[in-house]
Nanobody, 125 residues
Framework: VQLQASGGGLVQAGGSLRLSCAGS????????MAWFRQGPGKEREFVAA????????YYKDSVKGRFTISRDNAKNAMYLQMNSLTPEDTAVYYC???????????????????WGQGTQVTVSS
């Protein structure tokens, strides 16, 4: 299984970015797919996810209303549209997948089997 995240960059506060995650070796529509991020000196934290094959989406409270997770099953791809970015959103963003995550543990990095390499998002003030 390989995941590759892309789309990061440098943006001013209030701007937008769209991250992409392309995968092979696993059908995205059947597993839990998530975005995590890790800021400087911080632990990796949950950002957003689809739980297994469901359509429900889950978000970190601080990104609700600003970020939107989506997936294209035909392309085996996942996206994260990020709007109204703030300097606090600066981090390396990772996509991850899991076939074993349970709903109550979905926000923990330990629930995930495979990770993309990460893409840097930097938001300037």
């Amino acid at each position: 299984v390989q995941l590759q995240a892309s789309g990061g960059g440098l943006v001013q506060a209030g701007g937008s970015l769209r991250l992409s995650c392309a995968g092979s070796g696993r059908t995205f529509s059947r597993v839990t797919m998530a975005w995590f991020r890790q800021g400087p000196g911080k632990e990796r934290e949950f950002v957003a996810a689809f739980f297994r094959s469901g359509r429900n989406t889950y978000y970190k409270d601080s990104v609700k209303g600003r970020f939107t997770i989506s997936r294209d099953n035909a392309k085996n791809a996942m996206y994260l549209q990020m709007n109204s970015l703030t300097p606090e959103d600066t981090a390396v963003y990772y996509c991850a997948s899991s076939s074993r995550a349970i709903l109550s543990a979905m926000r923990s990095p330990d629930a995930y089997d495979y990770w993309g390499q990460g893409t840097q998002v930097t938001v300037s003030s």
